[in-house]
């Protein structure tokens, strides 16, 4: 079946430092691919997707380049911030499915110090 | 604005009781969701609804039960029968059918056992 490894957490980061969240992929199809982010006790946001091969997701920062050939997704961001302290989340939907369909990976914590 | 309620955040069950987690949007979405998030894992889909007076099993719909009577509300009751309820839950929806179909996520609520 579908699935997503994300690498282990926690992460923890000094302010200002490069961040990069290992995201990898099995899947069947042709999957559509998300980044969402959780800020401490809320709902997921969607923080960026992208949806076919070589497309490179992007916003606040943040950006993950669909790599078909690794079966990759990672999330990276150049100076991170006290204020991108949240768990991460890597997540699949095959091009042809529903949101219904949404594989989501374990999650990564980010705690980053001031 | 536009978005998605649940309440209350924080509640505790009893052993052998019911207990109901409410979700409201007012998104005007057809389909409505709920997952389960348990520590350092992914979230796993409870149930899910496309349109008023119906719904489907998710992954992990056992000790649970929903209704869909109205486009903007899906409660989620706990049964006693759940015989590990202590968990995070999330309520989302969709604009199902749209070519930038995603979720919208509410803040959650925490249940736990007493």
């Known amino acids: 079946g579908d699935s997503v490894t994300q690498m282990e957490g926690p992460v923890t980061l000094s302010e200002e430092a490069f961040l990069t969240i290992n995201c990898t992929y099995t899947a069947t199809g042709y999957p559509s691919l998300f980044w969402y982010v959780q800020y401490p006790g809320e709902g997921l946001q969607l923080l960026l997707k992208a949806t076919k091969a070589d497309d490179k997701g992007s916003n606040k920062g943040f950006e993950a380049t669909y790599r078909k050939e690794t079966t990759s997704f990672h999330l990276e961001k150049g100076s991170v911030q006290v204020s991108d302290s949240a768990v991460y989340f890597c997540?699949?939907?095959?091009?042809?499915?529903?949101?219904?369909?949404?594989?989501f990976g374990s999650g990564t914590q980010l705690t980053v110090l001031p | 604005d536009g978005g998605i309620t649940q309440s209350p955040k924080y509640l505790f069950r009893k052993e052998g009781q019911n207990v109901t987690l409410s979700c409201e949007q007012n998104l005007n979405h057809d389909a409505m969701y709920w997952y389960r998030q348990d520590p350092g894992q992914g979230l796993r889909l409870i149930y899910y609804?496309?349109?008023?007076?119906?719904?489907q099993k998710g992954d992990i719909a056992e000790g649970y039960s929903v209704s869909r009577e109205k486009k903007e509300s899906f409660p989620l009751t706990v049964t006693s029968a759940q015989k590990n309820p202590t968990a995070f839950y999330l309520c989302?929806?969709?604009?199902?059918?749209?070519?930038?179909?995603?979720?919208?996520f509410g803040s959650g609520t925490q249940l736990s056992v007493l």
């Open positions: 997540a699949l939907r095959l091009s042809s499915g529903s949101a219904r369909q949404l594989t």
């Open positions: 609804s496309q349109i008023v007076n119906d719904f």
């Open positions: 989302a929806s969709s604009n199902r059918g749209s070519t930038n179909e995603k979720l919208f």
